[in-house]
């Protein structure tokens, strides 16, 4: 029974696999007929009642979702809004200017580690590419250089901080959906690891090989910056003040935080009137929403445009997210629902693999389909059932769990994934290229994130 439900569970795990990289099937279906067939599997060998199977499968999608749908919608609602007023360049643009010229790959790293918190890093490389190109003129530094160093900074938050749709859907499946205060602070922290191996890199790497950008900009008169601002004017009008520009971001982040800080300190018991407050204005929904409302100051008016438009926008894109994040709750709640988490958790006990399960099994699953978020969602609701096995089932550890998820799927960026193609054709590099200089990124990166979350779940788990 034991090795036929093993069998049952790989099974199910190369369906998806071969479903969305081999077929390029959408994940929801993937995972939704990942979930029957183990649920009908498992009835089949006696785990339960057949007629059990599409229950279990329906609530296990609307469960998820119930804690964590409204805040993935606000959240991409907020970078739609970032984008269209031009409050990411703003902010692209008072991190320039704080960092000052002399480490210009350190503030473009920076600047995407920023902005890809709420965009989709696909969206915040093209929103900055052309901001990119003129400071790499003006700075007369190595456009590969300046390449790797923004598209790893976005890399690096877009993997491991909540709200970007991936983080925040694998924190909810390992039930942290109301610590994720907490999540966003220590994958704040974790980030930092990999933004920083991939400046290494660009510093590197950027000495190494040359694309037509750096030829062109040897010969071609220096751009001011001012000039790219003149272009940027007239696309967006005058850009938000800088403070309106980060509230959308630091506000939910700040009042989540302070939400985690006041459970803490009412522990289990009553809290005073400020400290429930607190906890309240810290609930990710919450926090979420008035950072919606900060980012409609962003809008030059509050007329059908932005309040149709531009929120439909984020509701659109939110919209496969969503999906894929319930059929991960589905598939998650089927393999909760069989023996499959108490026979690899008794297999695996003996490993000492603990926090690096994870870690693996999203790399598989990121380099095979290209999607990092689908690694994210995929992964979580596997590992889900066995944290208690690894010794993860703390808060903390199912926080570094989530981490190691994150880093698993940065493992590697290559032809079947998107931000991969938008990369390569806006910094105007071939494939080879490409591989070379932004896939070996992304490699490191997640190196560099799994040895910082080994580190930190020997210091703190």
């Not at 001011?224 to 272009?231: A, N, P």
């Not at 319930?326 to 629902?337: Q, R, S, T, V, Y």
Request: proline letters at 4%; glycine letters at 10%.
């Amino acid at each position: 029974m034991g090795l036929l439900m093993i069998i049952l569970f790989v099974l199910s795990i190369v369906l998806i696999v071969v479903a969305t990289s081999v077929y390029n099937i959408h994940p929801f279906i993937a995972l939704i007929f990942a979930s029957l067939l183990v649920g009908l599997g498992a009835s089949a060998l006696g785990q339960f009642n057949v007629m059990e199977v599409e229950s279990v499968i329906r609530e296990g999608f609307g469960g998820i979702l119930a804690y964590i749908g409204i805040v993935i919608v606000l959240g991409t609602i907020i970078g739609v809004f970032l984008e269209k007023s031009g409050a990411a360049l703003r902010i692209a643009d008072t991190l320039i200017k704080a960092a000052g010229p002399k480490r210009p790959e350190v503030a473009m790293s920076i600047i995407g580690w920023f902005v890809s918190i709420p965009v989709f890093c696909d969206s915040g490389y093209i929103i900055l590419s052309s901001l990119r190109k003129s400071v790499t003129k003006k700075t007369h530094v190595s456009a590969v250089m300046m390449v790797v160093a923004l598209s790893t900074g976005l890399y690096a938050s877009h993997n491991l901080v909540p709200p970007t749709p991936g983080p925040i859907a694998a924190a909810a499946n390992l039930g942290l959906e109301n610590s994720l205060g907490l999540v966003i602070l220590i994958g704040l922290v974790v980030s930092v690891f990999p933004m920083t191996a991939g400046i290494l890199w660009a510093r590197y790497i950027g000495k190494k090989v040359q694309i037509p950008e750096d030829i062109e900009n040897e010969e071609a008169m220096l751009l001011d910056l001012e000039t790219e601002e003149g272009s940027i004017s007239s696309k967006y009008g005058e850009l938000p003040p800088p403070f309106w520009s980060f509230s959308p971001i630091l506000v939910p982040i700040f009042l989540m935080g302070m939400g985690t800080i006041a459970a803490l300190a009412a522990g289990t018991g009553e809290g005073s009137i400020l400290l429930n407050l607190m906890m309240f204005l810290g609930k990710p929904l919450i926090a979420i929403l008035i950072g919606f409302l900060f980012a409609l100051k962003l809008a030059p008016r509050l007329d059908e445009e932005v309040l149709m438009l531009w929120i439909g926008q984020g509701v659109k894109i939110a919209g496969p997210f969503i999906l894929i994040t319930g059929a991960g709750g589905a598939f998650g709640a089927i393999i909760k629902a069989t023996s499959i988490s108490t026979i690899l958790g008794t297999a695996m006990s003996g490993w000492s693999l603990g926090i690096l399960v994870p870690f693996f099994i999203a790399a598989a699953l990121k380099t095979a389909q290209g999607s990092s978020t689908t690694a994210l969602v995929t992964t979580s609701a596997i590992v889900a059932p066995l944290l208690a096995s690894f010794g993860l089932d703390s808060q903390m550890g199912a926080i570094l769990t989530v981490m190691s998820i994150g880093a698993g799927a940065m493992v590697v960026t290559h032809a079947n994934d998107s931000y991969f193609w938008v990369v390569t054709q806006f910094a105007g590099m071939d494939v080879k290229t490409s591989y070379k200089t932004l896939t070996m990124a992304t490699l490191i990166q997640g190196l560099a994130t799994i040895f910082a979350v080994v580190v930190l779940a020997l210091i703190l788990l």
